[in-house]
């Protein structure tokens, strides 16, 4: 299972500075804030980009900048950008073409909210999916309910469920290849052993309780069935 933290626009240096030496020895995949990525150099950890930049100008981020610190996964589309930054389906669609081709994977997030059909959701597949020329079983899928997102709330498991069993479906019926699909929003501690129970899910992704080095450390000892030598591009 991976595990992917996304720390947004937390911690201050001293913070990160120890972070890093407490998260050291442990298979996570990290996500700091950008000026905070070059501390990332000594660990087990895996290094990821909370962002990619869609024009080549004053204060955006290359993927030269990411393909040299060594940067695994890269969110795209997370419900967040898609709403405060605007990122639009073309803009998602180029992230997605520029990091594939730079041999970095992309993690498509997709949301909505709990209670809606699934068309707002096969809409955000088939954006990205219907591209040509790219490599669709190098994409991950991150589902978000968007009620969730930063509310630490009681989870829904049974909605989970189906959200997540529906979008492999759809995946494999309309594009013929089996995505790994991650959970995102309101993860924690107490609720990530039944999360891993329903068995269906390929990884989290973990914004507010990331902050806290001993809840990732609970996390972690949580889950002990790691397997991510299958993202190794
Ligand atoms: P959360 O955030 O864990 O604080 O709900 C998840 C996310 O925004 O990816």
């Not at 809606?116 to 190098?138: A, G, P």
């Amino acid at each position: 299972m991976l595990i992917i933290l996304n720390h947004k626009m937390n911690l201050t240096i001293k913070e990160i500075k120890a972070y890093e030496e407490a998260i050291r020895d442990y298979n996570v995949v990290l996500m700091p804030q950008t000026p905070y990525m070059g501390l990332f150099t000594n660990g087990k950890y895996i290094l990821g980009s909370q962002c990619i930049s869609e024009y080549n100008a004053t204060g955006g981020v290359s993927v030269d900048a990411l393909v040299h610190l060594n940067v695994k996964y890269v969110l795209v589309g997370h419900f967040e950008r898609r709403n405060i930054n605007r990122d639009t389906d073309e803009i998602i669609k180029f992230k997605i073409k520029e990091l594939l081709k730079n041999n970095i994977l992309p993690i498509l997030c997709i949301s909505d909210n709990e209670e809606n059909n699934h068309l707002s959701l096969i809409n955000q597949i088939d954006n990205v999916f219907k591209m040509n020329e790219i490599n669709l079983s190098k994409i991950l899928i991150a589902y978000e309910p968007i009620n969730y997102i930063g509310t630490n709330q009681n989870i829904n498991l049974n909605m989970v469920k189906e959200k997540i069993l529906f979008i492999k479906k759809y995946i494999t019926e309309n594009y013929s290849t089996n995505n790994q699909v991650l959970y995102g929003g309101s993860v924690n501690s107490n609720n990530v052993t039944e999360l891993k129970e329903l068995k269906i899910i390929d990884g989290l992704l973990i914004g507010s309780a990331s902050l806290n080095i001993n809840e990732v450390i609970n996390i972690y000892n949580k889950i002990n069935n790691w397997n991510l030598l299958n993202h190794k591009i």
